[in-house]
């Protein structure tokens, strides 16, 4: 072997190709896991779409409310 030969070696692109296994492991864990972005973003959705009708149940229930309360007033004058 010529001192002046350059090139990656055998041991070297293993390594490289281990390390990168290795991480897409994690990063794919990390993604797709129990506490994983995929659910925590399926969780947020549910969470949003649940407070969405929370409010808009609140707001109907406040309407009702006010105008029973404008019917009794008016009936009442």
């Given at each position: 072997?010529?001192k ?11 390594i ?18 129990n ?10 959705r ?9 409010t808009?149940d ?5 309407t009702?409310y ?11 004058q």
């Amino acid at each position: 072997m010529l001192k002046n030969e350059r090139g990656i070696t055998l041991v070297a692109l293993v390594i490289t190709i281990i390390v990168l296994i290795i991480l897409a492991t994690v990063a794919i864990s990390f993604a797709f896991g129990n506490n994983g972005l995929i659910n925590t973003a399926e969780d947020a959705r549910d969470y949003y779409a649940n407070d969405t009708k929370y409010t808009e149940d609140s707001i109907s229930n406040v309407t009702v409310y006010t105008d029973a309360l404008i019917a009794n007033a008016t009936v009442t004058q």
